[in-house]
């Protein structure tokens, strides 16, 4: 079946460092690929997402490339802000889209950024 | 503003006892709202598909009499955990399908002790 592989755990960086967030996944077929994040004490947030190989998502500075060759899809920032702390979840819709279909999420990473 | 909102964030009951768990969608009606249950460290696992105005669609191992989900209204899901132990203390989450995405209520934190 689908599953998610991210990296755990909590990832403490001081404020404009690098930041990538590994991310590997298991699917049948070609899956569309998603990152949430959930901010302390409000629910997941579509952060990016990309359907199909080769795509780009990005937002809030945040970028991730569909990787199909690696069956990754690694979230990276290239400065981090202490208001970029929270939890990321990678997840996969096998069906694509990701509106009407089941969604298969990783652990998730908690980030903390200090000043 | 918010697209789902799940009450209570948090919750403590005894062992026992049935808690019941809010989740609406605020922006647009939805025909089919999803339950997720979350330990700590592992991934969110689906638990069932409310269906408005029909029966839920439970995931494998997960018991329906345990966790009953009533989805009366096209804004309105509810999870009532019946009789819950100990290790039915978990983060539950309630997530409406947009065309595109998944919003996600804040999730509940139900500890029993």
Same mark, same amino acid.
């Given at each position: ?49 990309? =359907? ?12 991730? =490339? ?37 969604? =298969? ?11 | ?113």
């Amino acid at each position: 079946g689908d599953s998610v592989t991210q990296m755990e755990g909590p990832v403490t960086l001081s404020e404009e460092a690098f930041l990538t967030i590994n991310c590997t996944y298991t699917a049948t077929g070609y899956p569309s690929l998603f990152w949430y994040v959930q901010y302390p004490g409000e629910g997941l947030q579509l952060l990016l997402k990309a =359907t199909k190989a080769d795509d780009k998502g990005s937002n809030k500075g945040f970028e991730a =490339t569909y990787r199909k060759e690696t069956t990754s899809f690694h979230l990276e920032k290239g400065s981090v802000q202490v208001s970029d702390s929270a939890v990321y979840f990678c997840a996969l819709s096998s069906s694509g889209g990701g509106g009407g279909n089941k969604l =298969t999420f990783g652990t998730g990473t908690q980030l903390k950024v200090e000043l | 503003g918010a697209v789902v909102s799940q009450h209570p964030s948090r919750v403590i009951c005894k062992s026992g006892t049935s808690v019941k768990i809010e989740c609406r969608s605020l922006d647009f009606q939805a025909t089919t709202m999803f339950w997720y249950r979350q330990f700590p460290k592992q991934s969110l696992m689906l638990m069932a598909t409310s269906n408005e105005g029909s029966k839920a669609t439970y995931e494998q191992g997960v018991e329906k009499d345990k966790f009953l989900i009533n989805h009366a209204s096209l804004t309105l899901s509810t999870l009532t955990v019946t009789s819950a132990h100990p290790e039915d203390s978990s983060f539950y989450i309630c997530s409406v399908r947009g065309f595109t995405e998944a919003f996600f209520g804040q999730g509940t934190r139900l500890t029993v002790v």
